[in-house]
């Protein structure tokens, strides 16, 4: 089993900042891309930030100059740093994670956290 643990969300003032934190665990051959998506009741899931396994990023039009994607891949772990958020950046925030698993062959899954919630509020 492969699982991805979330943290870091909760309610925050506009103009203030908030860390989201994903780790991976399980029998994992390779973590290949990671990302963030924020999802509103209502409308799809949308991608917010992406990093694949070397560092290259990639970012929605209304994160850019805002959030910032990294990685840890020693500690299986994927960041969201967000700064001066505003109420429209309110959601929960999945992480998401292509991985390499080795089950009689070797696959390609793609894996989802629990999700974290994100205020930002007055």
């Known amino acids: 089993q492969v699982q991805l643990a979330e943290s870091g969300g909760g309610l925050v003032q506009p103009g203030g900042s908030l860390r989201l934190s994903c780790t991976a665990s399980?029998?994992?051959?390779?973590?290949?891309?990671m990302a963030w998506y924020r999802q509103v009741p209502g409308k799809q899931r949308e991608l917010v930030a992406a990093?694949?396994?070397?560092?290259?990023?990639n970012y929605a039009d209304s994160a850019k100059g805002r959030f910032t994607i990294s990685r840890d891949n020693a500690k299986s772990t994927v960041y969201l740093q967000m700064n001066s958020l505003e109420p429209g950046d309110t959601g929960v925030y999945y992480c998401?994670?292509?991985?390499?698993?080795?089950?009689?062959?070797?696959?390609?899954?793609?894996?989802w956290g629990q999700g974290t919630l994100v205020t930002v509020s007055s």
């Open positions: 990093i694949t396994s070397g560092g290259s990023t």
């Open positions: 399980g029998s994992i051959v390779s973590l290949n891309a």
């Open positions: 998401n994670a292509n991985v390499l698993v080795l089950r009689g062959t070797y696959r390609y899954l793609e894996v």
